[in-house]
């Protein structure tokens, strides 16, 4: 290691990475040394590397670096003398498995440079080989570091022995596939995840299995949480097997260059949890914080203190002296400072020492290089130039074929990963008699990289340029005419390559990584104005578009759909069908609500006509537009549509069909949303069943089936039926994913949300609280999911009145969301909406007014007037115009309000009915008791038909006119209705629910009013006890109903001065 800044700098991140291993959560995760190019980051990090490898017990597991993988000097003219001055750890090709060996760390080695461009999964791309190298020993090594399985404890070698004969001649799939089968499971690691480890082709197969006669047809839409990317569900693979006896190194080169999938995989692997070390060191380049990425990562990062940006110190004089003699051992001191001085940048001094003419000098001069005054400033300063001399020593047919191969890449992407065999054809093709044939164009490729180190390869058989410097040398030979004819030629060889896979068709299989990169390859090649476009190249925009929809990126996909390349496909071809779905998927996704249903209206009906009502594409085109009427708000077309599906479906495949049993589920979803509510429930019980009987009971669309029927059930207040459900639910996907799972973590809110409606507030909360942490840890603090169980948290919190704790959750949600999600995304609103509520809660309607009103015009301009949700700020605003005393724009807000829900969803809907309350809620505040009890005797007797007596709604309605006619002075006809609401809630909710406390207050004041102090003071003193008992004594609340209490003691009544609690909101 030269230099003492350099060593200190090493001494550092072993001592960092130690305090990480011992559980320190106090320091930062992540370390990026930043410092010009060939300064020696990467030598530092190998370093780090050496020194741990250093400390491995017998038999090591990871090897030494070989003496010559990172050569001093060159291998001869024109090789590059650091061929390999970008790897930062061991190679991975010829790795052997050392017998009886375990690794004491893992080191995940990525390379941005590459990573910006090819492949769009590229993280998980290129974790692919050193997963194939070391995820199986790691894996088994966090099994001995974690414990064995007391009953698989006598097993273990012949486990071991089994898994790791399988991954040396089947793969690592079959090994992992028999560590599963043995029961040698890591807790929370989604058995999905196994596909990563070599590729997509039993992931993507799943898929194929799943849908519609093999051809990837998905027809659902029922997961309701949000997808993570690939990247970071490769990052939880790998955290899962990080213990502080077999930690975790990820080490990325050129981090500047990082895109979007890598920072998911960054955030989820940087998270601080002392049972899961992991240390992020990356190398950049200081001019790198003009990538938007890496500048959003670096402040994301650096403000949770997870992050230090480590400077890299300068070489000093002596210690580039030092370098010089390694090449000249005789140099003389004043002609060596000279050249030091020169040539302050490692990287530059190594090879201007390292060139043919210089080594020839020093071989003659015995050791010596020597360099007088006037020549010294002819000696080539930048790097650009010292690599040209380079490429010029260079065997000249190397130099032609470097430089064809450069000009088939990309315009402006110079380290894109290449074909030999497509580039060796293409170099052939252009002019065999200027180039060379076929074979010995390929043969040049293996030598530039083998004898030179020009160019570099992995396990794939993938092939890039080691830097980008490099494909500049080297394009720098060809003319224009040259890089064009080099451009067309490997433009041929991927059209033939794309046709080869394609044939008749426009819609092509995901798990062919070599057609994925031949369609990015083709694309990039195009200019985006190209008019002159084939069937193949639309067909490449269009695999590219399925890609970056795949990689959940909606808005790349939804762009390249609408390229109007794609209007050369045949229009009644079943592909071109799909492709316009595919297409409207993505603009739902993105919440263009209006803009999907009319390009879907149109689709159905063109593919009715060209492929008739029940072809398969047909009937998914129906299924989405069913979705988009559903999420637009039009729940009679959406029902329509959806039992049209579900006939049609059940036709063509069968009752038993997943596809039959996700259309009865999507139809049972809508009648739900339309206040169908036994509807819903009989569709969601016989599609349980038929799952149960079909799929099997831990099936993951089995248990889908559960909690929609969960949901189901607490839509009709059937409350311990949805816990008890949603608890089996929870249950199952923590055994079989780990609670740490997407699927867990929603049953886990599901949960919460159920809790928190039947009043155990305590769980509730708990339960709230242990998603958000499961969320920060995995996902990060920026994550849509995060986020989401954040604003669960404040919703609870906030349903307790805790709005100290409420309040800042939300203002913080609300910044967090507009920040990652766009100030008019669905859940933005939603928290902006929840943040009112707040306000609204607090008595600070000046707040919460704009708020809502600027929710209101969003969701009318997003989704339209009639739009459920927009219904619903509209009631939202009139419950706080009401709070804020101004009653005739309450009124004429909510009864516009009640007149759009009724022609909207109908005069028996569950909204409806709630708006009919809301407005006699607001008719009572203004003194209007001739409107407000007969709008509450309607709603009453409708909710009682249509929900039934002991629905939490209808006791609502109960209280609610028991109110009225106590405000109108019937207190004969109030006390009995407080009396019987009172009953039905201890017996429905339960005695600690806090509406069961609310009826005990309101019966009480009833019979204050009436003079019946006696019977008053018992039910005060209940109230008192139940919300301390909840709460807390220190609980607003509970320092209310003691004041109650002691009011009433005294007997004096004048003096209450808030007995009477408004009716509780039903927004």
């Known amino acids: 290691m030269l230099g003492v800044g350099h060593s200190q700098l090493l001494i550092d991140l072993v001592t960092r990475f130690d305090a990480i291993v011992s559980g320190d959560v106090t320091v930062p995760r992540a370390i990026v040394l930043e410092g010009p190019s060939g300064i020696g980051k990467s030598r530092i990090i190998r370093e780090l590397y050496r020194a741990l490898q250093a400390r491995q017990s017998a038999p090591a597991y990871w090897p030494p670096l070989p003496e010559g993988i990172f050569p001093e000097t060159g291998r001869g003219a024109g090789a590059d003398p650091m061929p390999d001055r970008k790897r930062l750890g061991p190679p991975l090709n010829g790795f052997v498995w050392p017998g009886g060996a375990r690794p004491g760390f893992s080191w995940w080695e990525f390379s941005c440079e590459r990573m910006r461009q090819g492949d769009l999964l590229d993280v998980v791309s290129q974790a692919r080989p050193a997963l194939e190298a070391h995820y199986l020993p790691v894996r088994l090594a966090w099994h001995d570091a974690a414990g064995w399985p007391a009953r ?51 992931y993507r197969q799943r898929l194929s ?47 500047h260059l990082l895109g979007p999938d890598l920072v998911k995989f960054l955030t989820v692997m940087s998270q601080r949890d002392p049972d899961r070390p992991v240390m992020v060191i990356g190398t950049a380049w200081p001019e790198g914080r003009h990538n938007p990425n890496y ?11 997870n992050l230090e940006l480590r400077q890299m110190p300068a070489l000093q004089t002596h210690d580039l002296v030092r370098l010089v003699r390694r090449f000249a051992p005789a140099i003389d001191d004043r002609t060596a400072i000279l050249v030091a001085k020169r040539y302050p940048n490692p990287l530059a001094l190594k090879l201007f020492l390292s060139l043919k003419d210089t080594q020839d000098q020093i071989q003659h001069a015995g050791g010596r290089l020597i360099i007088t005054d006037t020549n010294l400033d002819q000696l080539p300063r930048e790097i650009f130039n010292l690599y040209w001399l380079r490429w010029q020593e260079l065997p000249e047919l190397t130099r032609t074929v470097l430089s064809y191969t450069a000009g088939t890449l990309p315009p402006n992407q110079p380290t894109f990963p290449f074909s030999i065999e497509l580039v060796a054809n293409a170099i052939a093709s252009t002019d065999p008699s200027v180039v060379c044939a076929v074979h010995t164009a390929a043969q040049k490729l293996r030598e530039a990289g083998d004898q030179y180190g020009w160019i570099a390869s992995d ?45 008749d068709h426009y819609w092509l299989p995901l798990n062919d990584q070599t057609l994925n990169h031949s369609c990015i390859w083709l694309i990039a090649l195009l200019p985006l104005d190209h008019e002159a476009a084939t069937v193949t190249e639309a067909v490449a925009v269009v695999h590219t578009a399925r890609m970056h929809a795949a990689s959940h990126e909606p808005d790349t996909a939804a762009r390249l759909f609408a390229d109007p390349r794609l209007g050369i496909l045949d229009p009644a071809h079943p592909d071109t069908v799909t492709i316009h779905n595919e297409h409207a998927t993505c603009l739902l996704e993105l919440g263009q609500v209006q803009i999907a249903i009319a390009k879907l209206d149109a689709l159905v009906a063109h593919a009715e006509q060209v492929l008739g009502p029940n072809h398969v594409n047909t009937l998914r085109s129906r299924n989405s537009l069913a979705l988009a009427y559903e999420s637009s708000g039009d729940l009679t077309l959406a029902i329509s549509l959806h039992e049209q599906t579900l006939t049609d479906t059940e036709q063509i495949f069968g ?28 569709l969601n019980e016989k599609a349980l069943d038929d ?43 923590e055994k079989l994913l780990g609670e740490q799972h997407f699927d867990a973590i929603q049953s886990r809110n599901d949960l919460a949300s159920a809790y928190l409606v039947k009043g155990d ?26 986020l989401t169980a954040r604003s669960n948290l404040a919703v609870a919190h906030l349903s307790l009145n805790h709005l100290e704790q409420a309040t800042p959750l939300l203002e913080q949600t609300v910044v967090d969301m507009e920040r990652i999600l766009g100030p008019d995304h669905p859940d933005t609103l939603t928290s902006r909406n929840s943040l009112a509520a707040a306000y609204r809660a607090a008595g600070d309607t000046h707040r919460a007014i704009p708020l809502l009103k600027q929710t209101l015009d969003a969701r009318t301009r997003i989704l339209g007037p009639d739009n459920p949700s927009t219904l619903q700020s509209r009631n939202n605003l009139g419950h706080a115009y009401q709070s804020a005393g101004e009653f005739s724009l309450a009124i004429s807000l909510l009864e516009k309000t009640v007149s759009d829900v009724e022609r909207v969803l109908g005069s028996d809907h569950p909204d409806t009915l709630t708006s009919r309350n809301n407005l006699a809620a607001a008719y009572l505040s203004d003194g209007q008791f001739n409107h407000a009890v007969p709008l509450y005797e309607q709603t009453l007797a409708d909710r009682k038909r249509i929900l039934g007596s002991d629905h939490p709604d209808t006791l609502q309605s109960l209280n609610s006119l028991a109110t009225a006619y106590l405000g109108d002075g019937q207190l004969k006809q109030a006390v009995p209705l407080y009396e019987q609401t009172l009953a039905d809630r201890k017996r429905i909710l339960g005695p600690d629910s806090h509406k069961t406390i609310e009826s005990q207050e309101n019966l009480a004041f009833a019979y204050q009013m009436a003079g019946e102090a006696e019977r008053a003071i018992p039910l005060y003193e209940q109230a008192l006890a139940g919300r301390t008992r909840v709460f807390g004594a220190d609980h607003p609340d509970a320092k209310m109903a003691l004041n109650r ?17 408004e009716p509780s909101s039903e927004s």
Request: aromatic share 4%; hydrophobic share 45%; proline share 3%.
């Open 152 to 202: 698989l404890r006598a097993q273990r070698p012949q486990i071991i022995a089994r898994a790791k004969e399988a991954a040396t001649t089947s793969g690592m799939e079959t090994a992992e596939a028999i560590l599963d089968a043995a029961g040698v499971v890591v807790p929370g690691l989604d058995l999905a995840l196994i596909w990563v480890t070599l590729g997509f082709k039993a």
């Open 209 to 255: 299995e799943m849908s519609a006669l093999q051809t990837n047809v998905r027809l659902g839409g029922e997961a309701a949480y949000q997808q993570t990317s690939d990247a970071a569900q490769l990052a939880t693979k790998l955290r899962q097997v990080a213990h502080p006896k077999v930690p975790a190194l990820v080490v990325v080169e050129d981090i």
């Open 295 to 305: 500048d959003r990562w670096l402040r994301g990062t650096g403000a949770a203190g």
């Open 459 to 503: 396990t794939t058989g993938m092939c890039w340029f080691r830097e980008g410097l490099l494909t500049e040398v080297a394009e720098n030979e060809l003319s224009r005419r040259e890089r064009a004819a080099a451009t067309e030629s490997i433009r041929i060889q991927l059209v033939a390559a794309i046709d080869d896979r394609r044939r």
């Open 655 to 682: 009752s038993d069909h997943p596809n039959t049993l996700t259309s009865m589920s999507n139809l049972a979803h809508a009648c739900e949303s339309a206040g169908k509510l036994k509807r819903a429930i009989a």
């Open 691 to 733: 799952r149960n009987r079909i799929l099997g009971h831990d099936h993951p669309d089995t248990l889908a089936s559960m909690n929609s029927l969960a949901g189901t059930y607490q839509s009709t207040g059937a409350y311990a039926d949805a816990i008890s459900l949603y608890e089996q639910t929870l249950s199952a996907r």
């Open 761 to 786: 507030y305590a769980k509730a909360i708990s339960l709230n609280e242990k998603s958000l942490a499961v969320a920060e840890r995995i996902l990060g603090a920026d994550h849509p999911n995060t």
């Open 1045 to 1061: 209490l002691e009011l009433t003691l005294e007997l004096s009544i004048r003096a209450v001065t808030g007995g009477l609690r």
